[in-house]
């Protein structure tokens, strides 16, 4: 995979900024979703055409930049030489994961596919932190036609999490927006007489809907209820790697696998590590929904870094005009002390309720 850098410090309002683009070596094709972080603990992702930007602050004596990414050998990079590099292109190979693992030992014994994904949720608790954290991420909602976007809402919202207990309370709250576009995702509020973007909960609820890690038995329609787990059928249907652990992905299905996944009400798939039984990766479709996550290894737990969603939406069931939400959220930092308790959210819920702060969006997310 060739990773082609373009540098570019922002001098103003004291920012330092990297962005690059990841794309494949041999097609040259981008690479959707990279993990990219900072030895810091900040970190995004790249976008889905391969293209990443992040802040570089504070001082740069040994910070690193980790790229990763499911299938390719990890590269490391020291933040100091990519900004003195000025505009120069930095062409970095990573070696691609080639070889297929015939079989994969899960904890020294051959387990099917259901039992290792009954062991990889045993595993929560280890892998996955039991206290309160805050997680802080940018994210775009796009209305898209057959052709464009049509509208952009885009936010920076906080969350915080108890924890991946079962029961846990999770809250998020948008504190920063921007919108563009013409807005169809309309629905009259009758107690507020105003009208509200009816997916305008997605950049706050939707990283909950996608991290379902630790949810127990309180949800229907997820792996992770032991009762649903039990009416699907799995399979493995790949080996690939990440980092230098092995990945087995494992999918699941309701209907035996004998329709199409999106005739199905529920269909997924798990990329569990086979090192710690780590899920690093979910991919769910519930009914025409799409919902996606990716984990990253912080301080000895993972945590996502990158979520997205799609649904469909019709404005009006008499309407012709067919679009598409597509919802992607990049968490931009991870913080595990002096945790901020948000509540049950009365303000911030509401786009309405939330400025827009232009010197904010000029800063730190230039068009």
Not at 2 to 25: E, I, K, M, T
Not at 206 to 235: A, H, Q, R, S
Request: net charge positive; hydrophobic share 35%.
């Amino acid at each position: 995979m060739l990773f082609l850098v373009w540098l570019s410090v922002n001098l103003a309002y004291g920012q330092r900024f990297v962005s690059g683009r990841v794309a494949d070596r041999s097609t040259r094709t981008p690479i959707a979703y990279v993990n990219i972080t900072l030895s810091d603990g900040s970190g995004t992702a790249t976008n889905e055409n391969g293209w990443f930007r992040i802040a570089i602050a504070g001082n740069v004596d040994n910070l690193k930049v980790k790229i990763s990414c499911i299938g390719y050998h990890s590269k490391i990079f020291y933040a100091d030489s990519l900004l003195k590099s000025g505009e120069e292109v930095h062409p970095v190979y990573l070696e691609p994961y080639i070889a297929q693992l015939s079989e994969v030992e899960i904890q020294s014994t051959r387990l099917t596919p259901k039992e290792i994904v009954t062991e990889a949720i045993r595993a929560i608790p280890i892998n996955y932190i039991q206290q309160p954290f805050n997680l802080e991420y940018y994210s775009r909602v796009s209305t898209i036609d057959s052709i464009k976007t049509i509208n952009l809402i885009e936010t920076v919202s906080k969350c915080y999490r108890q924890g991946y207990i079962d029961g846990g309370q999770n809250f998020s709250q948008v504190y920063e927006k921007r919108m563009s576009g013409d807005s169809v995702l309309q629905k009259w509020d009758k107690k507020r007489k105003m009208n509200f973007f009816i997916f305008e909960m997605l950049p706050s609820f939707d990283i909950f809907v996608t991290d379902m890690i630790g949810v127990g038995k309180k949800f229907n329609y997820t792996v992770f209820n032991p009762e649903y787990l039990n009416k699907l059928e799995f399979k493995v249907t790949e080996t690939t790697i990440l980092d230098t652990a092995p990945v087995i992905v494992i999918e699941y299905d309701e209907k035996n696998f004998t329709k199409e996944p999106h005739r199905t009400k529920l269909y997924g798939a798990l990329y569990i590590s086979a090192s710690d039984l780590a899920i690093v990766k979910h991919v769910r479709r519930i009914g025409k929904n799409y919902l996606e996550i990716m984990y990253k290894k912080q301080e000895g737990y993972y945590y996502p870094y990158f979520f997205k969603t799609m649904y469909p939406w019709n404005p009006d069931k008499n309407d012709k005009l067919r679009l598409k939400v597509v919802h992607e959220g990049y968490i931009k930092k991870i913080t595990t002390q002096n945790v901020q308790v948000i509540g049950r959210m009365k303000e911030g819920w509401h786009l309405e309720d939330v400025p827009y702060r232009k010197e904010y969006w000029d800063k730190f997310y230039p068009k």
